[in-house]
T-cell receptor, first 119, second 110 residues
Framework: GAVVSQHPSRVICKSGTSVKIECRSL??????MFWYRQFPKQSLMLMAT???????TYEQGVEKDKFLINHASLTLSTLTVTSAHPEDSSFYIC??????WGQGKETQYFGPGTRLLVL | DAKTTQPNSMESNEEEPVHLPCNHS???????IHWYRQLPSQGPEYVIH???SNVNNRMASLAIAEDRKSSTLILHRATLRDAAVYYC???????????FGTGTLLAVQP
């Protein structure tokens, strides 16, 4: 199946700094990627939809100036948490939209996630 | 977005079949039914999805009710590695988004 990677897998930073998380589709091109956030013992919350070559679409309540998304190529989307604070500590997960050609279906494949801890 | 309802948790014994139910009474005609599972500290893993007909793949089977208001994910022989949170999600035909609910935590006993 399609493989999606994330880097770094975990990061610890000081409050006030910015952190960039990369999401790559390794063996396919993804025109659309998604970013999610998951707090402990909770479900995934969709943050934004990232489209290659255009601005990301953010879900209601997600600050676009705080969570900068760039999808500059068909295999890479980045999420930058700007001026991170302890409440931004979470598990950030990306996914890539995959079209299953010949089956008339599409789905999403997820990355392994990035654990962010802001001190 | 149409919502799904799943039991919070279920238990199964190893080597036995598991039937994970999902209710989606407000499903629309263009909504696909997707199932994902998530192990602790990992990203979700695609399991299966379908629209109207039952679906089978190497991981599981998806049984969709005739009125499409409910579906059941079937794991034919549970193993310890199947212990995870299973999410049933509706994806609208007009949108690519997956909106996750709370899912079912499946425990598998040896």
């Amino acid at each position: 199946g399609a493989v999606v990677s994330q880097h770094p897998s975990r990061v610890i930073c000081k409050s006030g700094t910015s952190v960039k998380i990369e999401c790559r589709s390794l063996d396919f091109q993804a025109t659309t990627m998604f970013w999610y956030r998951q707090f402990p013992k909770q479900s995934l919350m969709l943050m934004a939809t990232s489209n290659e070559g255009s601005k990301a679409t953010y879900e209601q309540g997600v600050e676009k100036d705080k969570f900068l998304i760039n999808h500059a190529s068909l295999t890479l989307s980045t999420l930058t948490v700007t001026s991170a604070h302890p409440e931004d500590s979470s598990f950030y997960i990306c996914s890539a939209r995959v079209i299953l050609w010949g089956q008339g279906k599409e789905t999403q494949y997820f990355g392994p996630g990035t654990r962010l801890l802001v001190l | 977005d149409a919502k799904t309802t799943q039991p919070n948790s279920m238990e199964s014994n190893e080597e036995e079949p598991v039937h994970l139910p999902c209710n989606h009474s407000t499903i629309s005609g263009t909504d696909y039914i997707h199932w994902y599972r998530q192990l602790p500290s990992q990203g979700p893993e695609y399991v299966i999805h379908g629209l109207t007909s039952n679906v089978n793949n190497r991981m599981a089977s998806l049984a969709i009710a005739e009125d499409r208001k409910s579906s059941t994910l079937i794991l034919h022989r549970a193993t310890l590695r199947d212990a995870a949170v299973y999410y049933c999600i509706l994806r609208g035909g007009a949108t690519n988004k997956l909106i996750f609910g709370t899912g079912t935590l499946l425990a598998v006993q040896p």
